[in-house]
C-alpha cells in the first residue's frame, strides 16, 4: 500500500472518515489483486476506483459501469458510478466488491 495514501487517510478530520476510508481500501485491494494505489486505484494505468472525501461524506467512485445495473442509491453517468457515504452508514462491502470486480474484468 502507498505510505502517501496511508497518511492521506489518517489526517482526514473525522475517525469514522479514517475507518471508512480504511475498509473501502482494502475492499479495493482484496477485489483487484496489484490494483495501483494514489488516492485513486489504477488497473493496467486505468482508473478503477476513487475514494473521495468530502466535509461529510465519503465518496466512493467506481469506473468502467457501462452497461451495468445499480440499486437506488449510486449516482453518476453510465461510464461511473458513486454512492455517498455517511457517518454512521454500514456499507454493504460485499456489494461494492462485487460491482467493482464486475467494472474492472475489463481493464
Not at 482484496?30 to 494505489?37: A, D, K, L, S
Not at 453510465?78 to 467493482?100: F, M
Request: net charge neutral.
Amino acid at each position: 500500500m502507498n505510505p502517501e495514501v496511508s497518511t492521506f487517510i489518517e489526517n482526514l478530520s473525522s475517525p469514522w472518515q479514517v475507518q471508512l476510508c480504511g475498509q473501502l481500501r482494502h475492499m479495493v485491494h482484496e477485489t483487484i489483486p496489484g490494483v495501483e494505489e494514489k488516492i485513486h486505484f489504477l488497473k493496467n494505468g486505468q482508473f478503477a476506483a476513487v475514494i473521495s472525501p468530502s466535509k461529510d461524506a465519503i465518496a466512493f467512485m467506481i469506473m468502467n459501469t457501462v452497461g451495468m445495473a445499480f440499486p437506488k442509491g449510486f449516482e453518476g453517468p453510465a461510464e461511473r458510478k458513486w454512492i455517498k457515504l455517511r457517518e454512521g452508514d454500514k456499507p454493504d462491502l460485499a456489494q461494492l466488491s462485487g460491482y467493482l470486480k464486475q467494472a474492472s474484468e475489463s481493464l
